[in-house]
């Protein structure tokens, strides 16, 4: 089992910026963020695997980047020029098995989520 906390969620302007941040309490071999506006179902945003490599929604390429920094058990989600549409909550979620993905299903942690709202 592994215990994710999120933080680092708040209200900005279209074109803001915001860095979210996810404490572990152990590293697996693939992490992600995800997001669920109201009305929607959840989106894979970003993950990535223990070889740093990553995948992206369409929708963030080239606004967001998913990091994480094993020596301070903490992942990142660092989001820039932010759009009305990225509200949403946004959870980390870890998953043991093998195999880098945005798919929910396959994850098996979640943490509690943290809110993000962009206004316009």
């Known amino acids: 089992q592994v215990e994710l906390v999120e933080s680092g969620g708040g209200s900005v302007q279209s074109g803001g910026s915001l860095t979210l941040s996810c404490s572990y309490t152990r590293s697996t071999h693939c992490m992600g963020w995800f997001r669920q506006a109201p009305g929607k179902e959840r989106e894979g945003v970003a993950a990535i695997d223990a070889f740093s490599s990553a995948l992206y929604a369409d929708s963030v390429k080239g606004r967001f980047t998913v990091s994480k920094d094993d020596a301070k058990n903490t992942l990142y989600l660092q989001m820039n020029d932010l759009k009305p549409e990225d509200t949403a909550m946004y959870y980390c979620?870890?998953?043991?098995?093998?195999?880098?993905?945005?798919?929910?299903?396959?994850?098996?942690?979640w943490g509690q989520g943290t809110q993000v709202t962009v206004s316009s």
């Open positions: 979620a870890a998953k043991n098995s093998f195999g880098l993905t945005r798919v929910a299903q396959l994850y098996h942690n």
